[in-house]
């Protein structure tokens, strides 16, 4: 967390691009969730309402309608492999078994050293490039079984 | 496979010129056509574009001037009008408004500007989806340069990241998300030409559609009307192939390529000499054509014969392996999982489909439920506030259809005839995984 400026003020310097400050919601709340880990606690719901005048109730609302967010503790990376149809039929779910092999969770858990989350995901949007697996955000492309055990590795060693 | 694969629109330069920089792009003649669309009448600039047919490349082939058009004047609303990006490209096999923002992105924004012009609106919003991630990196620096640079003169472009969800590329999600709301669909009218963006008049279009304009004011509405197959489908599309095919990719062609040309000459056929089982030519919530209409032109008019559309021009190739029980249940759970909920048909309508695919699929069902489902997909269809619910019926009805004997065997053999051998064996969805939760240990939060 940047001790640098009040987040409320970051969050108003974005929200004046908006003709009206709700539009900043979504951002806001990505900027909440980067400085809490990467996930959005209670106390992050009442940030983003007192810098943009909503209630905790009202950003929670938001947030939970947006796969990005998430409103538990996730890992401090996340993997994320598409599992749509193009992915699909071209071998996703092998991609996915070989993460889940190699770091010993199941979609939607966390390494029990709270380092990697992993998921499956609707389309990213790389479909003539199978399998797509996202990497914090970042997009690799042409993944096979054969390459995840490099790629936990380089994700673990990212840090 | 076809001699000239044609010329090429959207992308033109983007092979021999990194232009994603503003100088490389200036100097293949890039914003000349802001230049001179800015010493336009608005009206005149509608025109080239109802000229040259251009249509909607999102996926509802809507003419880009009519939609320009339905904007009223700002005597009649005296409110700020809006124009806004769909770059929230979401439709499983579309891959193809990422291409344009990562070798284009200043086309896109030179397009904006002269739309933005056309409409006589000051305020730019591009909305890109939160999972572009580079794309969006991309796109803020040509925006940062272009700015710089004092191209944009009184318009102000703000780009905006979405976080997650299908139903925000749909235009009315689209304006509730970018309004910092949950993106559920808006009922209609009023339509956003009229009440969009902060209930102000909006024009949406989608990336490809609006970095196509500038290119249709380089080379006149009058010869770009001659490119494709006129006269209802002019231009070029990035025809985006996926599934089992040799290579997969984005390729600009002419709309009126045959799916026949694409699979089997551009993207080098089916691998391992496999055979075709299906095509789905717009995209995942397009109804589904089988080998024998493969020699079909990639245009409206000819799929509308057939009963599907272009689509967003997304072209899945299956092969013999797949289920298609299993493919019309991964299309289902995929659109249960980003139904916004606001509706009954779409809500529950998918959630039911689901249920009895896993039950078909299960060898659990009776024949009576694959008219059930049939039944569940028609009374979706037509029947809700966006198209989100139709985009589940259509191509899952398809399916039922055309592969009737297939989903039988089912049933007959109370088990999935490919005994475990489909390509899409066992694929989970991400609507099953909220179940889970996160391990919490030491170093995380909790």
Not at chain 2, 38 to 63: C, D, K, Q, S, Y
Not at chain 2, 311 to 326: K, S
Not at chain 2, 346 to 369: F, K, N, P, Y
Request: a negative charge.
């Amino acid at each position: 967390m940047t001790a640098s400026r009040p987040f409320a003020d970051e969050v108003r310097d974005v929200a004046d691009q908006y003709p009206e400050s709700r539009s900043a919601v979504l951002p806001a709340l990505r900027m909440a969730q980067e400085r809490h880990g990467g996930w959005l606690p209670p106390e992050a719901f009442v940030e983003v309402g007192e810098a943009l005048d909503l209630t905790p109730a009202y950003c929670k609302a938001v947030a939970s309608f947006y796969d990005m967010f998430h409103l538990a503790p996730v890992g401090k990376h996340l993997i994320e492999v598409c599992t749509n149809i193009c992915c699909g039929l071209r071998g996703a779910q092998s991609v996915l078994d070989a993460f889940e092999a190699e770091l010993g969770v199941m979609p939607g858990e966390t390494t029990r050293d709270g380092e990697i989350t992993l998921r499956a995901v609707e389309c990213i949007g790389g479909c003539g490039w199978p399998t797509v697996v996202a990497l914090d955000d970042y997009h690799r492309l042409n993944v096979g079984p054969e390459d995840v055990p490099a790629i936990v590795q380089e994700v673990r060693d990212g840090e | 496979m076809a001699s000239d694969p044609g010329p090429i629109v959207v992308l033109d330069g983007a092979d021999d010129h990194d232009l994603t920089k503003l100088s490389e792009y200036q100097a293949a003649g890039g914003y000349a056509q802001l230049e001179r669309a800015r010493a336009m009448e608005p009206g005149a600039i509608v025109e080239e574009l109802n000229t040259a047919n251009l249509r909607g490349r999102g996926g509802a082939f809507f003419p880009v001037g009519r939609k320009m058009q339905f904007i009223p004047p700002k005597e009649q609303i005296p409110k700020p009008h809006y124009v806004c990006v769909n770059a929230d490209e979401s439709e499983p096999g579309t891959f193809k408004d990422r291409e344009i923002m990562q070798r284009v992105p200043h086309r896109l924004i030179e397009g904006s500007l002269i739309a933005a012009h056309a409409i006589d609106s000051q305020h730019v919003f591009i909305y890109i989806r939160g999972e572009y991630l580079r794309e969006f990196e991309i796109l803020r620096e040509a925006l940062d340069e272009g700015r710089a640079a004092g191209l944009f003169g009184d318009v102000t472009i703000v780009l905006h990241r979405g976080a997650g969800a299908y139903i925000c590329g749909e235009e009315s999600g689209l304006l509730e998300s970018l309004e910092g709301k949950r993106g559920q669909a808006r009922s209609r009218p009023p339509f956003p030409a009229i009440s969009g963006l902060y209930a102000s008049p909006t024009l949406i279009n989608n990336v490809e559609t609006v970095a196509t304009i500038p290119k249709v004011l380089e080379l006149g509405g009058a010869e770009y009307a001659k490119l494709g197959a006129p006269p209802e489908s002019t231009g070029t599309r990035l025809f985006c192939v996926s599934g089992n095919v040799v290579k997969g990719g984005n390729y600009e062609l002419p709309m009126g390529i045959t799916i026949r040309e694409v699979i089997y000459g551009l993207a080098g056929g089916i691998p391992e000499g496999r055979e075709l089982k299906a095509v789905i030519p717009g995209g995942s919530s397009m109804p589904i054509l089988t080998p024998d209409q493969i020699d079909t032109p990639l245009e409206h008019d000819a799929l509308r014969a057939l009963d599907t559309f272009l689509g967003a021009a997304a072209v899945i190739v299956v092969d013999e392996r797949a289920c298609m029980v299993q493919l019309g249940l991964r299309v289902a759970q995929f659109y249960m999982h980003e139904s916004c909920g606001k509706c009954t048909p779409c809500r529950e309508g998918t959630r039911w489909m689901v249920q009895i695919l896993e039950a078909v699929e299960a060898g659990q069902a009776s024949h009576d439920e694959l008219d059930l489902l049939l039944d569940v997909c028609d009374r979706i269809l037509g029947k809700c506030l966006c198209p989100l619910g139709d985009a589940a019926a259509m191509p899952v009805a398809s399916y039922v259809v055309k592969f009737r004997d297939e989903f039988r065997r089912h049933v007959d053999e109370g088990a999935c005839p490919f005994g475990g051998e489909s390509s899409l064996e066992g694929l989970f969805a991400p609507v099953d995984q909220h179940s889970h939760h996160p391990v919490v240990e030491e170093g995380v939060p909790a």
